[in-house]
């Protein structure tokens, strides 16, 4: 009887000297691995320009349809992507998201990634649903691809 | 299917089939999948894309002929050395084809990388990317590599037109489009250019297509060369719920398939594999749905309490509109209340506004708004054939002549038009078109005679060919009843002296008697005629001579009709078949007859009037009179559409109580007490019957607007409100009631209409009895050719179609301004120029507009289309015995007018 | 490749046959059962008449044999000897197929290109001359050999060509 509770104690006490799992979030932050999938970003072309075109292969993709996907025709003169076609609206609802990944594996632009931000959390249901200003790149990350 | 088959393996699966069926044909009825693009049902075979490469074989015979047997004993194949394509081949008997050996395979492998060296890879931007055909058969049949390393040949996209879009880099050269512009459409607007590699589809001169704008051409693309510009980038073909309901905009009936996205309808396709129509549609019924979710809907009742419209809750206009019917009822009787219109509503809601009418106890109802003269309600189902089998459009396009009365089947029944030009191309058939103008199925291109009838010469025109057809010999086929008024019909017609009918109608009496004797002699026949008799101030007398010649010449016969109505509108058969005409219960029951009224009587639990109420131009007159004090108006701008506006004005005006049920504030809605909001076509379940008497499921494709109703629920509430007890929870409950009560229509439910509904027929003899009478003219003799003036010919137009087609901004477009047409001569003798603004005076007013040169008006008349928006052909007056003349002048102001 | 226009629009009005080409065009028309068999005669004649065939002489074609324009258009472009566009007084078609090229036409075409100053499909200013490279012109035995509107010149080097293009005015 004392030996279980012995080996048991020790457990305790040799976790005792160890270093802790424990991370001080949110001062301190862990790094996620590669491919780790969380919030999504919709990528730029090197000269700024969207790579997405609108094609809701994602949307259809989606195990959870939480991607909508609405284009529309470049204006010839000042193009949003390269081609004819574009994403007027790309919203979607991350309280639907399963962040599987599908949309990215769709995507026949590289257009799509699942980033490394976990941090979606708001006061509304509204606010989950992310639309393209919240997902597109800023322009300062034209080119950018995440390495897998 | 005749007797005899031939016997074709398939892939091991034996089947007998027709001799002269295609290999594809006969694949499928094996159930086996051969792949095609330039291959289409309605079509000839082209053998254009060779996808439909497969291996066919016949067994090795012998010198004798007995077939030589292998080493296992089943008989030699000697296959043929290459692949054939089985689009093209047609069976034999014996024969073995493969479709999945080797050999096939690696063939069809290879004409899909052929197709694919210059197909761009442009899927995710293509808009025919996840119902593409070539993507499809890409996936199923092709490789997942490319071996084509060099650059391909591109092209500039091109807009042909409104709504055409071009992408030629994509184009495969099946030449569907070209081969249904030309064989369906007649319109020939496509062709290729170039050749070789170089190959591509355009119009002439790449300039923008100046067609009929049908679209067909992008419904039958395999790929997506040739895309729709309103739908372009709208939506993807997943994201769009289909529904499959019935067009709104004729009386043909075509199925039309609807994608809706959220609470908006994206785009209107064909069918493919349904309806009268299959893929076919036509410029309206393809690109003319916007006007379902247009911003100027209504969307709740508005009343005239005060001096001014207002809105107005449901409940509060219900009781307002039954607190004033009562009352209006109880102080100057019930005669004193008309219905007018309804030729737009579905069957079950035509069933109900003539109940709520005859209900209250007027019989003034009226559908048939447009009449320029009173016309007894069984007269047009008499002159088709009383209710015998009717002509279906398939037979239409396979008869061997056909005559075209008086109407442009391109406005008023595009498919029709389109079932005669196939006809033309793939059936040999002949048409012979009365009409003032050279309309299109009239011109030189068709296989056919134009009888350029003068205006006013129908009934002239008519009488000289039943008078030719009756030169030809006894008439064979006909009922008794009929037979017996033949003598003094054969009298009568003696009148009409080949130089009498030249005089009056311009056309040689050779041409008349040659168009008698096709008629007469062809086997498989036909008459189409429309509103243009109908609407026509003699039309009692135009029907009955219809009637005649359809008996003379075996267009009519005891067992089947042959004569067919194309209707203005998509209800117009229904609402004769409901009983919205004021001297015919439903189902053309007589309310004379007390055995017919019974059980209308027992089901409504009322008394019903016996007494024929009036016609739609008798109301016109006794409204404008104070004689009709309430007037309920439903689906129908009748300021428009009824013959003399100045008279529907001051009957509006002086009426106690105008309820008008609309989608719109028309102008009609304005001069209203009382405005119900009515739904769309697209938001309303229903029957419609077709002008074959096609009874079709219309199907709810979106919610109703909020705030609007269904006719039925209006209805439905004002008799409730009224004191009746209806309870019907549907429009299923409705058409139960109708399939009770209604002959013809017996035995027949919604479950029962799908895919295709039947078409209804009378049980045993004819619902109408037919007869053989002598018809006068009127305006005959020298009389129809005095009066100085141009004859107004009006009509109906492609692209305009009523107060819907104006709020269609792309058929506003595509319809361009309202003109008055002129022949080139015509034009010069008024001293005009095109453009010039011309004023043109009836008897009761004037209109102004540009003038327009079109040769195909005849000299000394001036056509005016009367449903653009800008026009209100009824301001010149009233038609009247041979229709109507006008005076033409320059305007005074130089200005240019509604252009 | 991207491609301009067919064809440049000059002609705006509906054209008609000048009296000697209506002549030519209704002998052509006798020659067959039908009158659309005559389309070619006529782009021949027509082409003969205005140098090259604008669109408005297409829609005259198109009248005269009754097709339908676009038809009439396809088979225009179909042909590759049909200018839809305007050339030069003197069409200078060098063949450059197999065996001229073998002896020395893309010699020649350099040649014609550096002395005129225009490439292939190319007018100079002065409308005079428009160079085309074309296929085989069948007379391949007197390679190279250069057809200038209707007659041909075979046996050809620089010197030949000169001496071809000054006869030209």
Redesign the interface.
């Known amino acids: 009887m004392i030996k279980p509770l012995a080996t048991g104690l020790a457990v305790t006490f040799e976790n005792l000297f160890k270093k802790p799992f424990t991370v001080q979030y949110p001062e301190e932050r862990l790094e996620m691995f590669p491919r780790f999938r969380g919030l999504h970003i919709l990528a730029r072309h090197e000269d700024g320009l969207e790579r997405c075109v609108g094609c809701e292969l994602c949307a259809v993709a989606c195990p959870a349809d939480a991607i909508f996907v609405k284009a529309a025709e470049n204006d010839a003169d000042a193009p949003r992507s390269h081609g004819e076609r574009y994403a007027e609206r790309y919203e979607i609802n991350m309280l639907r998201c399963i962040f599987c990944g599908m949309c990215e594996e769709a995507c026949p632009e590289d257009a799509i990634f699942l980033e490394k931000d976990y941090e979606l959390s708001d006061y509304r249901r509204e606010a989950f649903i992310y639309t393209k200003d919240e997902l597109l790149v800023g322009p300062e990350k034209a080119g950018y691809l995440p390495q897998r | 299917m005749s007797a005899k088959t031939v016997k074709v393996t398939i892939n091991g699966r034996a089947i007998a089939v027709p001799p002269g069926t295609l290999l594809t044909d006969a694949a499928r009825a094996a159930e086996v999948h051969i792949p095609v693009f330039c291959s289409h049902p309605r079509l000839p075979p082209l053998g254009a894309c060779r996808i439909c490469v497969v291996e066919v074989g016949m067994p090795r015979r012998d010198r004798d002929g007995s077939p030589v047997l292998g080493a296992d004993g089943s008989p030699e194949i000697a296959w043929m050395p290459k692949p054939q394509t089985a689009c093209t081949t047609t069976v034999a008997d014996g024969m073995v084809v493969a479709t999945e050996s080797p050999g096939a395979v690696r063939a069809r492998k290879g004409v899909m990388e052929f197709l694919l060296v210059n197909h761009p890879l442009d899927c995710p931007v293509c808009d025919e990317g996840g119902e593409c055909q070539l993507q499809d058969l890409a996936f199923a049949f092709g490789h997942d590599f490319s071996r084509m390393d060099e650059a391909k040949r591109t092209f500039v996209s091109e807009d042909l037109g409104p709504v055409v879009k071009k992408e030629a880099n994509r184009c495969i050269v099946c030449m569907r489009c070209v081969r249904y512009c030309d064989e369906i459409m007649g319109e020939d607007a496509l062709t290729a250019h170039q050749r070789g590699v170089r190959t591509e589809i355009s119009s002439f001169d790449r300039q923008p297509l100046e067609c009929e704008q049908c679209g067909n051409c992008i419904e039958v693309c395999p790929v997506g060369a040739l895309t729709a510009l309103p739908y372009r980038f709208k939506a993807r073909p997943w994201d769009l719920r289909q529904h499959v309901t019935i067009c709104p905009w004729c009386s043909n009936g075509c199925s039309v398939r609807l994608g809706v996205r959220g609470t908006e309808i994206l785009r209107a396709r064909g069918t493919e594999h349904r309806g009268v129509n299959q893929e076919y549609l036509c410029a309206r019924g393809r690109f003319g749905y916007s006007f379902v979710s247009a911003a100027e809907r209504l969307t709740g009742p508005l009343l005239r309490l005060g001096g001014a419209l207002a809105p107005a809750g449901f409940d509060e206009a219900v009781a307002f509109t039954a607190s004033r019917l009562r009352e209006i009822a109880a102080r100057h009787g019930p005669g004193s209340i008309a219905f007018l219109g309804g030729e737009k509503l579905t069957v079950e809601e035509q069933y109900l506004f003539q109940k709520l009418a005859r209900t209250l106890g007027t019989s003034h109802v009226d559908a048939r708004t447009r009449l320029t003269a009173p016309l007894p309600g069984d007269a047009i189902l008499k002159a088709t054939g009383g209710g015998r089998p009717a002509l279906s459009l398939e037979e239409l396009g396979s008869a061997g002549e056909v005559l075209v009365l008086g109407d442009d089947l391109q406005g008023e029944g595009p498919f029709a038009q389109a079932v005669l030009i196939r006809g033309q191309h793939q059936n040999g058939l002949h048409l012979t078109v009365a009409h003032p103008r050279r309309v299109k199925l009239a011109r030189p291109k068709f296989r056919g005679e134009w009888l350029a009838l003068r205006p006013g010469g129908e009934v002239a025109l008519l009488n000289a060919l039943a008078r030719a057809a009756l030169d030809l010999g006894e008439p064979q086929g006909m009922p008794p009843g009929v037979a017996a008024g033949l003598p003094a019909l054969r009298q009568a017609l003696a009148a009409w002296t080949p130089e009498k009918v030249e005089r009056v109608t311009g056309i040689e009496p050779a041409a008349v008697a040659a168009a008698a004797r096709r008629l007469r002699e062809t086997p498989r026949k036909a008459i189409v005629f429309g509103r243009a008799l109908v609407e026509h101030p003699q039309a009692a007398a135009l029907l009955q001579a219809v009637e005649n010649l359809a008996w003379l010449t075996g267009a009519l016969t005891a067992e089947r009709s042959f004569v067919m109505y194309v209707g203005p509108h998509s209800g117009t058969q229904g609402a004769l078949d409901m009983g919205l005409v004021p001297d015919r219960l439903p189902g053309y029951l007589d309310p004379a007859d007390a055995a017919a009224r019974a059980p209308f009587e027992k089901q409504w639990g009322v008394a019903l009037p016996s007494a024929p109420g009036m016609t739609a131009p008798e109301i016109l007159k006794a409204a404008a009179g104070g004689r009709v004090r309430a007037l309920w108006i439903a689906g129908d701008n009748w300021l428009r559409s009824a013959p003399d506006r100045a008279l529907a004005e001051q009957a509006l005006a002086g009426a106690e109580l105008v309820i008008v049920s609309e989608l719109f504030l028309t102008e009609t809605a304005r001069a209203a007490h009382v405005v119900f909001p009515a739904v769309s076509f697209a938001e309303k379940e229903g029957v419609v019957v077709n002008c074959e008497r096609r009874l079709q499921r219309t199907a709810r494709a979106l919610s109703p607007l909020r705030g609007a109703r269904t006719d039925r629920e209006t209805f439905q509430a004002v008799a409730r409100a009224l004191g009746a007890g209806w309870s019907y929870r549907g429009a299923e409950d409705v058409y139960r009631e109708i399939a009770r009560l209604v002959p013809g229509y017996r035995g027949t439910g919604w479950g029962t209409m799908l895919p295709l509904g039947p078409r209804w027929a009378s049980d045993g003899a004819a619902a109408v009895a037919g007869s053989l009478a002598p018809v006068a003219d009127a305006q005959a003799g020298p009389g129809v050719l005095a009066g100085d003036g141009l004859w107004l010919l009006s009509g109906g137009v492609l692209f305009q179609q009523g107060s819907l087609s104006h709020r269609v901004e792309l058929l506003q477009k595509l319809a361009k301004g309202a003109r008055a047409f002129f022949g080139a001569g015509e034009l010069q003798r008024l001293g005009l120029a095109e453009g010039d603004a011309v004023v043109l005076e009836g008897p009761a007013g004037s209109l102004t507009l540009p003038a327009a040169v079109d040769d195909s008006v005849p000299p000394g008349a001036v056509f005016v289309p009367y449903a653009y928006p800008e026009v209100q052909v009824n301001r010149l007056g009233a038609p009247a015995g041979a229709g109507l003349r006008v005076k033409a002048r320059r305007a005074e102001v130089t200005a240019r007018v509604g252009a | 490749?991207?491609?301009a226009?067919?064809?440049v629009?000059l002609e705006t009005r509906p054209l008609e046959w000048p009296e000697a080409a209506r002549k030519q065009v209704e002998e052509a028309l006798t020659h067959y059962p039908n009158r659309r068999s005559a389309v070619l005669p006529a782009l021949w004649i027509a082409q003969r008449t205005w140098g090259w065939i604008p669109?408005e002489a297409?829609?005259l074609v198109a009248r005269t044999v009754?097709l339908?324009?676009?038809?009439v258009?396809?088979i225009a472009?179909?042909y590759t000897m049909f200018n839809l566009q305007p050339v030069g007084r003197h069409h200078l078609q060098l063949c450059l197929t197999v065996s001229c090229s073998l002896v020395g036409a893309d010699r020649l075409y350099e040649h014609l290109r550096r002395r005129l100053g225009i490439g292939h499909g190319e007018t100079t200013p002065d409308g005079r001359f428009t160079l085309r490279k074309v296929e085989c012109l069948a007379a391949c035995g007197n390679g190279p050999c250069m057809q200038v509107n209707e007659d041909y010149y075979e046996n050809l080097d620089e010197a030949a060509v000169d001496r071809i293009l000054e006869k030209l005015t």
């Not at chain 3, 339908?68 to 038809?71: D, G, L, N, R």
């Open positions: 490749m991207s491609r226009p067919a064809t629009a669109p297409l829609r009754e339908p324009e676009p038809e258009f396809g472009t179909f």
